[in-house]
């Protein structure tokens, strides 16, 4: 039983693709630290680190509870 298997074709074409297709790969940072940057910016654009909010709303929560319960024995 044969190799039905074809060497494939060399042409510049194939070349030029193969060319491209490492350049497609290379990395757009010079370093390791601009990559991280850049990551980083990223997250604080979508919000990644934002101060954590439930410690303000706890409060303005207990507020309210204690004004509602002063308004309510001023009404008795």
Do not use: K, T
């Not at 039905?4 to 693709?17: I, K």
Request: some cysteine; aromatic content about 4%.
């Amino acid at each position: 039983m044969g190799d039905s298997r074809r060497p494939l074709p060399q042409s510049e074409s194939g070349v030029l693709a193969a060319d491209a297709a490492g350049l497609a790969l290379a990395c757009a940072y010079s370093s390791s630290d601009e990559y991280e940057a850049a990551i980083i910016a990223e997250r604080r654009a979508a919000g990644a680190y934002r101060g954590n909010q439930r410690p303000v709303a706890l409060i303005a929560a207990a507020v309210i509870a204690i004004l509602a319960l002063v308004i309510a024995l001023a009404l008795i």
